[in-house]
């Protein structure tokens, strides 16, 4: 369950959080901001956002409210669910209470920024038992991260890290889910014109489980940390071919891809697998 409130969801800015979805205004006048529709097709802009109000409004379909509205009809989702799906955009961007026997969730002042003190090959228990709970091993696990001690405030805790290309991690444990500035994507060379993209590491840790057992060729590997960043990664995806991805079989997952192809528009090729962890069977497949 997340630990996200729906008034840490409400204090989000509803522009910035369109940009992180890849949707940008059509046009600017004052504090209205519109745009191309998120929620249907549409060839003129007819969907406003009041800046000042921080609300938004779909004259196509004749609705609108808050960033809790919008964010049920894009995702087509429930609030609980919601909450969970904010969970990692809200963590780069507010501070929130701090939790009993966990760290904040959120950077924010110099007292509650993530300092990363040390990292070094993972070793403790209940890191390991956390990887075995997502049915990753510690080898595959020791391949791509390491255990990094962190700091908040005057707390030091511990977490899987995963780097990525601006030499911050994706920070995981049992009880905690962030990120140490500064937040960037992850590309994995092997010298392959082939390119696989996943939204988080832990969907990339479970398809290199699944590479142990089936012969699948070789391939570059891209782990966007966060969808916010596909924009800035096209131009490395035009360099592939072919590319498939691995999100999430939802609406941001499909629209994820469906930018891909029109972007980045190379030869792309279907794989059918016959075993696959459940963390890949809702993938999308390009």
Known sequence: MSTIRI????????????????????????HDYWYLSPLRDERTASFKIDRNRNVWYDHGEGRGGTIIDFGMAYFGCEIPELLQKMEEYIAARLVLPQQINHPPTVIGSDERRILVLRQRPIADSLLIGYLGSRRISLEVASQFCRQIAYRVGQLDY???????????????SSGFKGSSSPKAPSFLPT????????????DFLSFREVCKVLDLPASN?????SLAFLGESLPLIRQHSP???????????RRATEQIRREAPVPWTPVHFTRMPKTLMNGSLR
């Open 191 to 202: 010298n392959s014109p082939d390119l696989r993209i996943f939204e988080g590491f832990f």
């Open 158 to 172: 511990s977490a899987i890290g995963f780097p990525n290309d601006k030499g911050g991690f994706e920070l995981r």
């Open 221 to 225: 590997f891209l782990v966007l940390n």
């Open 243 to 253: 590319v498939l991805t691995f999100f999430d079989h939802d609406q941001a997952g």
């Open 7 to 30: 008034e840490d969801v409400k204090q989000l800015d509803l522009v910035d959080f369109l940009t992180s979805l890849g949707f940008h205004p059509e046009r600017i006048r004052n």
